[in-house]
């Protein structure tokens, strides 16, 4: 191994390991990781496996060795290697990284379609999510972090396997076998919408009585805190104290928030809801869900219907009386004063979210930004001391 497999930055030192690794390689690593502690530094150092094909049981010794004098990661692990790694338990003691694989999304059908990505058929049972060129790699792992939080803790998600790479995109491909949108289940199906209108409501039911992994979950409090907080070029001081004040007027909770609960993010595995979007998955109190689902199911359908089949897959009557649907049935009431006085309540916290899109989302257009201030100044901070006290849960 020579000098070339070094590679010095101002935090990182990369050794770069041959293709084999064995009884007449050995010395010859060793001698170069000898070289790289000489320099290490207060870097980092990383051992990248992008080109090893086979390591040794002597190879292995010599890593371990290493990890007695200096903690580092192992990247770009192929999976042979990788399963002998894993298999003589390494991974309790380095951290490991598979190597990314590429996918061809050529010829494959596209399902679903967001602002973040767009989720891909790889096959009957593989689906893949590949995310927007702008969005980082470590939140798409965080994501998967996320969905793998929320599936052990019971929640009806998807199995999530690898993270790949397509072209110059990143992703995230789950198990799911001959899975449906949720959408087709209701659009122009109006003899399906009392069943799956009932699927739909349990479902958010059974997330929110799911207590959740608040050790891996972030908090969607602090997160909404934390979008106010972004936004002190657009609202005024008093404004985002208003917002503060809703936000903190609901009561702190441990269960399960999906953050982005709607049509486009549910997937139907025979009778059973599946959830793909993970990434705004925390824990707090449900109003934070609801927040967003009367926002798709209520506010932009009323606002913007001729956009509503476009981003929801179903038309804005449906989303309509989806929503309407899910009132009465997670609240367990067809009152209709008391239907009236939730759905107003739902529809402020809906404005809340609204006001605070341009902070998750700051590609939005400046027109677009003015509009949502606007819409926040004549529809949302008039009316925030009236919803402040009140809890429907």
Known sequence: MSQSNLILTDTTLTVVLQERIDTLTTAELDKTLEEAL???????????????????????????????KVPYRLVNVSGSVYDVLTTVGFDTVIEIEKAMRVIDLEGCQVIGHGING????????????????????????????????????????????????????????FE???????????????????????????????????????????????KYHGWVDQLAHLYTDYEREQMHKMINSLPERHTTIHGDYHTKNILMQGEQMLLIDMAD???????????????????????????????????????LRLWRSLLEKYFDTTDEARIREIDEYMTRFALLRYALQPAPIPQLEPEMVQKI????????????DEVVGKNFF
Request: contains cysteine; charged residues 20%.
């Open 118 to 173: 767009t989720v891909y058929r790889l096959s009957d049972d593989l689906i893949a999510k590949i995310y927007a060129e702008n969005i980082p790699l470590d939140l798409i792992n965080q994501e998967r972090k996320f969905a793998q939080a929320a599936f052990l803790s019971g929640l009806p998600t998807a199995i999530s396997y690898d993270t790949v790479k397509s072209g110059n995109k990143y992703g995230i491909v």
């Open 281 to 319: 998955v925390s824990y707090g109190h449900p109003m934070f869900d609801f927040a967003c689902t009367a926002m798709t199911n209520k506010f932009y359908p009323t606002t913007m219907p001729e956009t509503t089949y476009t981003f929801m897959g179903a038309d804005a009557p449906e989303m």
């Open 38 to 68: 000489g320099q290490l530094a207060s870097r980092n150092l990383v051992l990248d496996a992008c080109r090893l094909e086979y390591i040794s049981s002597m190879g292995l010794r010599s890593l371990f060795s290493l990890r007695k």
């Open 373 to 384: 201030v606007a819409d926040a100044r004549e529809q949302l901070f008039p009316y925030i």
């Open 176 to 222: 799911l076998l001959d899975a449906k949108p949720f959408a087709d289940k209701i659009h122009g199906k109006p003899e399906n919408f009392a069943h799956y209108s009932e699927v739909y409501a349990q479902t958010l039911k059974q997330i929110h009585s799911t207590e959740a992994d608040v050790t891996v979950l972030p908090s969607a409090a602090e």
